[in-house]
């Protein structure tokens, strides 16, 4: 359990070895549930497009003491990429904390992190972003292709 209450539901667990143990899904955003006590699974996917994948956090909405704003969301991709020495995969994690959302919000997802990161074991790289520019797919390459 994080600092925050926040537990992560045994289908994040599931859904990510799905994801790691290579059977078709290549991402998976996660949200804190609308009660904010439980980390869920919001959507996956088995397509390769990682500019649908970038809007849907960049959209992702958060709903706090009923008004909406700009929410954070946990995620994580199957990277492909060209090493020089051929075709990788590495996994990122993604904590998707936006500086312009509403502040409960940003604190629930920041003090809630470490205890989804614990629970999904074997990604590569560990990327906070805060705007837009951190999630673009070269600055997503650049940071996992470092490891």
Same mark, same amino acid.
């Given at each position: 359990?994080?600092?925050? &209450?926040?537990?992560?539901?045994?289908?994040?667990?599931?859904?990510?070895?799905? =994801? /790691?143990?290579?059977?078709?899904?290549?991402?998976?955003?996660? /949200?804190?549930?609308?009660?904010?006590?439980?980390? +869920? +699974?919001?959507?996956?996917?088995?397509?390769?497009? @990682?500019?649908?994948?970038?809007?849907?956090?960049?959209?992702? /909405?958060?709903?706090?003491? &009923?008004?909406?704003?700009?929410?954070?969301?946990?995620?994580? @991709?199957?990277?492909?990429? $060209?090493?020089?020495?051929?075709?990788?995969?590495?996994?990122?994690?993604?904590?998707?904390?936006?500086? $312009?959302?509403?502040?409960?919000?940003?604190?629930? @997802?920041?003090?809630?992190?470490?205890?989804?990161?614990?629970? =999904?074991? &074997?990604?590569?790289? $560990?990327?906070?972003?805060?705007?837009?520019?951190?999630?673009?797919?070269?600055?997503?390459?650049?940071?996992?292709?470092?490891?």
């Amino acid at each position: 359990m994080a600092s925050s &209450g926040v537990t992560v539901a045994p289908e994040c667990i599931q859904a990510f070895n799905d =994801l /790691k143990l290579g059977k078709s899904v290549k991402w998976i955003i996660f /949200k804190i549930s609308d009660d904010w006590k439980e980390i +869920v +699974v919001d959507e996956q996917s088995t397509e390769d497009d @990682y500019s649908t994948f970038r809007e849907k956090l960049l959209n992702a /909405k958060s709903t706090w003491k &009923g008004k909406e704003g700009l929410g954070g969301r946990y995620a994580v @991709y199957d990277v492909a990429y $060209d090493s020089g020495e051929g075709q990788r995969n590495k996994i990122a994690f993604i904590s998707w904390v936006p500086d $312009d959302s509403p502040q409960h919000p940003r604190m629930m @997802y920041s003090s809630s992190k470490e205890s989804i990161k614990r629970s =999904l074991n &074997g990604f590569h790289a $560990d990327i906070q972003a805060n705007d837009a520019d951190d999630i673009e797919y070269d600055n997503i390459i650049t940071r996992v292709s470092r490891r």
